[in-house]
């Protein structure tokens, strides 16, 4: 593997080829906010909160610093009027899924989010699909998926599975950014397995 | 059948084809295509095949059952070869009159022929009705006079003569060149170059490559994909076939919706007719190329037209786009170079192999080279496919072909590109069409959907619906298009229901600004092109909703109240029997007045009032007039005096 070097907010930074500007910039310290990131899992491109700045050949262009590579030379800001604008309205759409989850609340008072700008409904997931991901890369069990799409789109446990895995292994609420998935769990619990819920 | 082993042989079996035609023997050739099919084709043929059976005509006349004509409004159409009488509208019923008189006597029926609404002149032949004449149908002209079932009627039409061509001419770099050359940008909404597209897959190392024909049509209104694959499969496959042999791939796959049944099976049959005269398969026509083609079926999700959700689903996984910042064309397809082109642009590739890119550079504009089909529907007279060089004037798509806006209701604007397209205004109708001149005025080239809208059309509300769908479509990965677009219907929905607030506006803009920069894939970045574009040419009536809570178009129901005026109303009872609200307060010559209260705005009294009466009115942005007095209401009529 081949060392490149790119300037991240100024600064030089060596990456290897192949990684992204993410993870390059974290190696050397500088902080890009991210929601849907895990450094186990494939990257996913979903919240896209760690949306950066680069200039390629004289354009600037916006990025999602998670699955964009490295390259030669590339100059990267990972602030900016406009960045920290889309982080934002980004924030602002979760808040209004999961107002009180302290993620979002440390983000927001960092980048000016207001919880209140959008109407509430509380779902508290934000599908950031770290629990599906972790269970289908990390566990191999896909005991927790997807289902439909859209705004309509929200994570399931299979019961068939659920009720033999999930008990002993849990590894993904931790991960929740917004504890939205113990209360899933739970539920399913309480309503598909309710005898193993009594051991 | 045997096999065809080469070129040579091809064109013999062609002369062979060709030999037992009797091109003086009348042929009665009847669009089945999905949209005439629905309007009872099916039928037609048939009393066709009964009434020949019945006057013993088997040997005398021919039927063929061809795809879609494209003039859609006035199906099912019946085109009688030689001569080329074109009979519109017919029915079961009008079946004996065409034997008897048409095809035994030589005589043709004036009530069946096609009526020029200035002129009123009947109109015998294709090639001078308003709709056919304005057109250039390089692509999409075939299907009118081939059996999609056939592959005899494909190969008597000069089919597969560019891929016997290519073989027996040209290399795979010849042919890359002149696609490149040719200038063909992709049919299917980005207008990539095909070309360079190609020339990238053909470039990458990895040796297994693909092509795949994006047939996973899905913007409301638009068919021209359908009616092509349903009409000319063997056209796309010959198409399909030369990109494969142009970047080196040997597996393709038609990706096509489910909800295409008709199009699904004629490219089966094509496929299997293609394979028995070795067409497709191993060593074709003698060649020593390999090719095979797979059938996919998609179900039916819009966001699968993009790129990398439509290769996701191929792979079988749930329909997402990657997230990645590689063209598919380098790593695709299960991780491969894949060519992925929409029917259309593949239809194109035949015609440009056969008569060479210096041709097809003579239609169309400096950017957009050839024709495009477009799908006008909407609020236009002739509803249907229409296929015009580019460059062509949205007028005169509009108004020469289109025939104008029916019902004498005025232009209001035309939507094109599909549901992220844009609207474009009257002031723009002289536009030439092509791919940089509709993104310039906000909207896009997409498919080639075209909604014509009158003055009675809301832009707001248009704005809503195509939001609407987009929402309903997203797939929810990423964070600005799922929970972006949420908000923003939310906020268009408000609107149109008079709960509009000051700043709405400026944070729908905001919104746009987050899906445009920050979407995951084109559905997102492109979703807020609806609300753009009608706020750029139509601001107006988005400041009506919000601060006046009028609708200018007399249009959301929310918005709008009718009213009955008292010295216009005639006490004719009309409305008062048909409102299914029983909304109507009045009586024999007593004037009608409508209870708000009741009202369920459904607009039936508007259209039953008697226009030489138009007591009905539609209003918005005012107060109701309160009703006359219950005593000055009665009508005493001359001469009926008590």
């Known amino acids: 593997m081949s060392e490149i070097l790119l300037q991240i907010d100024g600064n030089e930074v060596k990456a290897k080829e192949g990684m992204t500007v993410l993870e390059a910039a974290q190696s050397a310290g500088i902080s890009i906010p991210t929601l849907c990131h895990h450094e186990k899992l494939e990257p996913f491109g979903g919240c896209r909160l760690c949306i950066v700045e680069v200039e390629v050949r004289g354009w600037t262009n916006l990025v999602v610093s998670c699955v964009y590579p490295v390259a030669k030379n590339l100059v990267v800001r990972t602030r900016s009027e406009k960045v920290d604008r889309i982080r934002k309205m980004i924030l602002e759409l979760l808040l209004a899924h999961a107002p009180d989850a302290f993620e979002l609340q440390v983000l927001a008072k960092e980048y000016g989010a207001d919880k209140n700008r959008f109407e509430k409904e509380a779902s508290f997931c934000i599908h950031c699909g770290l629990c599906v991901r972790y269970c289908a890369e990390v566990k191999k069990q896909n005991a927790v998926g997807f289902v439909d799409r859209g705004i309509r789109k929200e994570i399931s446990f299979i019961p068939e599975i659920a009720s033999r895995e999930c008990w002993n292994c849990k590894e993904c609420f931790p991960l929740c950014p917004t504890s939205y998935l113990q209360a899933a769990y739970v539920l399913t619990e309480a309503l598909v397995f309710p005898s193993s819920a009594k051991t | ?309 439509l290769m996701t689903a191929l792979e079988g996984r749930a329909g997402e786009p990657r997230p990645k910042y590689v063209r598919s064309n380098i790593v695709g397809l299960w991780g491969r170079p894949s060519v992925l082109n929409n029917v259309e642009t593949w239809a194109n590739v035949p015609l440009i192999i056969n008569k060479g890119a210096d041709w097809f550079t003579q239609f169309g504009t400096e950017g957009s080279k050839g024709t495009k089909i477009f799908s006008l529907v909407g609020k236009i007279t002739n509803t249907g496919l229409v296929e015009v060089p580019m460059g062509t004037h949205l007028r005169d798509i509009i108004f020469k072909i289109g025939g104008g806006i029916p019902g004498g209701r005025k232009f209001k604007a035309v939507q094109t590109g599909g549901p992220s397209g844009g609207c474009i205004p009257e002031e723009l109708l002289d536009l030439e069409v092509g791919f940089d001149e509709l993104t310039k005025a906000g909207s896009m080239m997409g498919s080639g959907g075209m909604i014509v809208l009158d003055e009675d059309t809301c832009m707001v509300d248009v704005s809503r619906y195509f939001i609407e769908f987009l929402t309903d479509e997203s797939c929810g990965k990423c964070t600005p298009c799922r929970e972006g677009l949420r908000q923003m219907l939310k906020i268009l929905t408000n609107i149109t229901e008079g709960k509009g607030r000051e700043g709405d506006i400026e944070l729908l803009e905001a919104l746009s600004e987050t899906a445009i920069e920050a979407s995951l894939c084109a559905l997102g970045k492109s979703a807020p092109n609806p609300f753009l574009s009608t706020l750029r040419y139509f601001r107006n009536e988005y400041e009506a909703h919000i601060r006046e809570k009028r609708c200018p178009a007399l249009s959301c129901k929310e918005l709008i109240a009718y009213h009955i005026d008292p010295a216009k109303c005639q006490a004719c009872m009309i409305c008062f029997k048909k409102c299914p609200a029983e909304a109507i307060v009045g009586g024999k010559n007593k004037i009608h007045v409508v209870d708000q209260e009741k009202c369920t705005k459904c607009g039936t009294c508007f259209e039953a009032c008697p226009p030489r009466f138009s007591a009905v009115q539609k209003i918005s942005g005012e107060p109701v007039p309160s009703p006359i007095p219950e005593e000055e209401r009665m009508i005493t009529r001359k001469g009926k005096e008590k």
């Open chain 2, 1 to 309: 059948m045997s096999r065809i082993n080469s070129p040579s042989e091809l064109e013999e079996f062609r002369k062979g084809i060709l030999l037992k035609r009797d091109p003086n023997k009348p042929c009665i050739t009847l669009c089945s295509g999905s949209a005439c099919h629905a309007s009872g084709s099916g039928e037609v043929a048939a009393s066709l095949e009964a009434e020949i059976e019945k006057q013993g005509l088997r040997d005398k006349v021919d039927i063929r059952r061809t795809g879609c004509h494209g003039f859609c409004e006035r199906g099912p159409i019946i085109v009688i070869h030689p001569d080329e009488i074109c009979y519109f509208q017919i029915k079961p019923e009008d079946v004996p009159d065409i034997i008897s008189q048409t095809i035994m006597e030589k005589k043709v029926i004036e009530r069946l022929l096609y009526t020029d609404p200035v002129t009123k002149e009947k109109i015998i032949h294709e090639s001078e009705i308003p709709f056919y004449k304005n057109q250039k149908r390089l692509v999409f002209g075939s299907n009118g006079s081939i059996d999609p079932k056939s592959i005899d009627d494909y190969l008597a039409i000069g089919g597969y003569s560019a891929l016997a061509k290519a073989f027996s001419e040209m290399s795979a770099e010849a042919v890359l060149g002149e696609v490149k050359k040719s200038n063909l940008r992709g049919r299917g909404g980005g207008g990539f170059p095909a070309g360079r597209k190609w020339e990238g897959s053909r470039n990458a190392p990895e040796p297994i490559k693909y092509v795949i024909v994006n047939a996973d049509e899905g913007d409301p209104g638009a068919y021209m994909d359908r009616a092509l694959l349903e009409g000319n499969p063997h056209a796309i496959l010959e198409g399909l076939t030369l990109g494969a042999y142009a970047i080196g791939a040997h597996e393709g796959y038609i990706y096509v919706r489910q909800e295409y049944p008709l199009a699904v099976e004629n490219v089966h049959i094509a496929i299997r007719q293609a394979e028995a005269y070795g067409f497709l398969g191993k060593n074709i026509l003698g060649s020593g190329f390999d090719f095979k083609v797979i059938v996919h079926q998609g179900a039916g999700a819009f966001v699968c037209g993009e790129s990398t959700a």
